[in-house]
C-alpha cells in the first residue's frame, strides 16, 4: 500500500506571485516594527499593549479607586465599583486606563437623571492622585487633577 | 535586492515548518481549553465591556461566546496538529484566536497578539505530509519557505523590541538581543554552508531557553517559546532524523497508492465522513460549559468548508482522516475539561463574581455546580 516516492518540495515562487509575496512580506515586518513605536506617542503611558515592553502578563499595581455621579438635584451618590464590574476591571479603572475610564463614566451616564460622574483613583507609584469627571452628554473623560504620590 | 530574495525565498529543512505548525497548533489548544476556559466567567459580567480594538466598541461578549471561540479554535486547532494542517482552517483558527482576544480588555496577555501574529505566518507555511518532509534517505528534504523565515525574523522583532524597551529603562538587554541574533541567524541555517555558522547556531538556543526559564511567569508561554527555540535551531539532520523516528507511524498508516477519478469507495468515503461530521460536536454534550456546544459545530461546519471538493470528489480516505482529527479535537477537548479542574475553575470564579456583585441566586446555583465539579 505504502508509496516509497517522496512528494515534492513546495514550489519556488515565481514571477508576479513572488512580487505579491515580497510585498506582503515588507508591510507585515514594516507594521511590526511600527506598532511597537507607536507607544511613544501613546496618551496614555500605562497602555503598552503591542509594544513588547513585557513579554509575560504583569501583575497590577496597587490602586484604589472611588466613583461618584451627581444628578441634576445637586445630590451626590457614591457608587460601589465591585458591584457594578468585574474585579479586572476595577483594576484598569483604578490604573487610570483611559479608554476604561471613559467606557466606564459613559456608562454611568446612561442612568437616569445623571448630570455627572466622575472617578478618583490613587496609585502608589508616580501616577498617585487622579480625578476623572464627565459632564454627561460628553465623550471624553476630563482629568482634573494630578497629584505625585512621591 | 537579489540577497534579500534568496534570504525570504532561499531553502530550509522542511521538517522546521512541519513540527512548528503541529507544536504550536497543538499546544494552543490545551492552552485554551486548560488556562482560558477559566477565565471565561467574567465575561459579561457588570455588562461592562472595552475592547481592543474599536470596532468591537459596543460589543459585550458574554461568557458563552468567549468560551464557544475556546472552544471552536482549540478543536480546530488540535483537529490540524493531528492531520495535515489546510490554509483555510488555519484562517479560521488564526481568526477565532485574534476575535476571542480582541473582544475584550480582559485578555490581555501580552504574548497572545504575538500567538496571532504566529498564526497569521502558519497561513503561508508549506502545508507538508510527513512523507514531504522527511524522505526516505537521510538527506533532508529542502524548500523554499518564506512563512517560515518570516516566522523567524517576527520571533526575533518581538526579542529585539524587548531588548530595546529594557536598554531604554537601563536594564540589561543583551539576553533577550542574543535570542533576536540567533533567530535571524537559525534561519539561515539550512541554506548557508559556512561551518563557522552552523557550529553558532546550535550554542544560540541557550539564549532563548534562559530568557524564557528567567522570565516565567506564564508557564506555558515560555514552554512555546522554548519548544519553537528547539526546533528553529536544532541541527538540520537532528531534525530530520528524530523526524523521521516520530512520523514513521504516520507515514505507513496515511500513506496510499494514488488512485485517479473516482471509484466505488467514493461514496462510502462521502457518507461515512459526512455521518462523521454530524456526529463528532455531539461530544461536546458532556461538556457542561456554556457556548461549547456551538463553538463544536461551527468546528465542523469549518471543517466542511476545508473539506470542500475533496469531501464529495476525492475517493480516498483523505476525508475519514480529516472527520477522524475533528473527532480527535472534540474528545481532546472533553478530556482536557474532565479531567483537569478547568471547569470547576470556571464555575467557582463565576460564583465568586455573582457573589461579589450581590446576585446570590447565581451565586448559589453556580456554586452547586462548582461544587459538583470539584476534584
Redesign the interface.
Known sequence: MASSQTEPPPPLPSGKSRHRTGLFIAAFVGLQFLIPLSYLVREDASDDRFTWRTVSSTEAETCEARASIQRFDGTEEALSLETLLHEQWVDYVGEGRRSVVDAFLLRQCEREDVQQAALFTKCDDERGEREFSLRCGGERAYETTRTAAR | MKQL?QY??GEVA?ARPYFLVRFVLGLLAFDLWLNMIPEGA?YA??A???A?FPMFEDFVPSSGFYLGVLAFTGVLALSQALYRPHPIAITFVAAGYTLGWSCS??D????H?LIS?YL?CFIFF?M??A??AF??SDQA??????AYV?FC??TA??YF??AA?AASEGRAYWLPMACCVGFLVASLQDRVSLPALKVAVAPLVAAPITFHVI?R??TW?SACMIGIALIVFAPTQAIHGLGQILTRPA??LF????VEGLDERASGVFYLSLLGLVAAPMLSMLVDLPGVKTGCTLTAIAMLFVMGRQLYLTPRFRPIWRVASLFGGCLALWLSVTASTARFEYYDNAAL?AE???DSEAALELREKAERYAR
Open positions: 530574495g525570504w525565498f522542511l467574567k459580567a457588570g461592562f465591556n472595552v481592543h480588555l480582559l490581555a496577555a501580552p504574548h497578539y501574529l497569521l508549506p507538508l505530509s512523507r514531504a524522505s526516505r528534504p529542502l524548500g523554499s519557505a518564506w518570516l525574523v517576527t522583532i518581538m523590541y524587548v524597551w522570565e511567569s506564564e508561554f507515514r505507513s500513506e496510499e497508492q494514488a463574581d461579589a456583585r450581590g
